[in-house]
T-cell receptor, first 116, second 113 residues
Framework: AQTVTQSQPEMSVQEAETVTLSCTYDTSESDYYLFWYKQPPSRQMILVIRQEAYKQQNATENRFSVNFQKAAKSFSLKISDSQLGDAAMYFCAYRKGGRGNTPLVFGKGTRLSVIA | DAGVIQSPRHEVTEMGQEVTLRCKPISGHNSLFWYRQTMMRGLELLIYFNNNVPIDDSGMPEDRFSAKMPNASFSTLKIQPSEPRDSAVYFC???????????FGPGTRLTVL
């Protein structure tokens, strides 16, 4: 079974600084997707960024970027120029690829605090 | 364009009562997922449907839980009888078959006293 591990239950960062959240996963599949979701206090699940396993180039979305190390099964999220609105729970998630849709497997999450 | 709709947003009930959570997926989406979020176990899949057919219900905790999808625009998750340990946030998500992203509803916070 696939597993996702986030080893940092809590992180903090100064406003305008950069922070990196860690995630590792375990799978025997070659076709899969990886995601970072943000969950603010409103509890809405918001997709931050995604990565297709077959793509070598790391995904970026504005201030958010990932470091995808396929051989090491590592998928970290870097937030640059941190803002107060970035404070939230962040979940790393995995989804098997292939035909049809498949469910997400989540890590336990990292709570990010942003200090003004 | 409306997203995934869940109702109720909050539910408080007493142990032993029946609870029904409802989900309306995004129009046209043919996959629907029910997830549960607790402090102890995090986010975990309960059951998912493709084209209204249950594909994997191995995450359903026990027989007290049941889910249905009578048509493409509606799904229910029922707990009967409810227990305090069922207290959690229940999320519904939907997607298109060949779509990478899943779209989440706002969740239902269930409290069983």
């Amino acid at each position: 079974a696939q597993t996702v591990t986030q080893s940092q239950p809590e992180m903090s960062v100064q406003e305008a600084e950069t922070v990196t959240l860690s995630c590792t996963y375990d799978t025997s599949e070659s076709d899969y997707y990886l995601f970072w979701y943000k969950q603010p206090p409103s509890r809405q699940m918001i997709l931050v960024i995604r990565q297709e396993a077959y793509k070598q180039q790391n995904a970026t979305e504005n201030r958010f970027s990932v470091n995808f190390q396929k051989a090491a099964k590592s998928f970290s999220l870097k937030i640059s120029d941190s803002q107060l609105g970035d404070a939230a729970m962040y979940f790393c998630a995995y989804r098997k690829g292939g035909r049809g849709n498949t469910p997400l497997v989540f890590g336990k999450g990292t709570r990010l605090s942003v200090i003004a | 364009d409306a997203g995934v709709i869940q109702s109720p947003r909050h539910e408080v009930t007493e142990m032993g009562q029946e609870v029904t959570l409802r989900c309306k997926p995004i129009s046209g989406h043919n996959s629907l997922f029910w997830y549960r979020q607790t402090m102890m176990r995090g986010l975990e899949l309960l059951i998912y449907f493709n084209n209204n057919v249950p594909i994997d219900d191995s995450g359903m905790p026990e027989d007290r839980f049941s889910a249905k999808m009578p048509n493409a625009s509606f799904s229910t998750l029922k707990i009967q009888p409810s227990e305090p340990r069922d207290s959690a946030v229940y999320f519904c998500a939907s997607s298109l078959e060949r779509q990478v992203e899943q779209f989440f509803g706002p969740g239902t916070r269930l409290t069983v006293l």
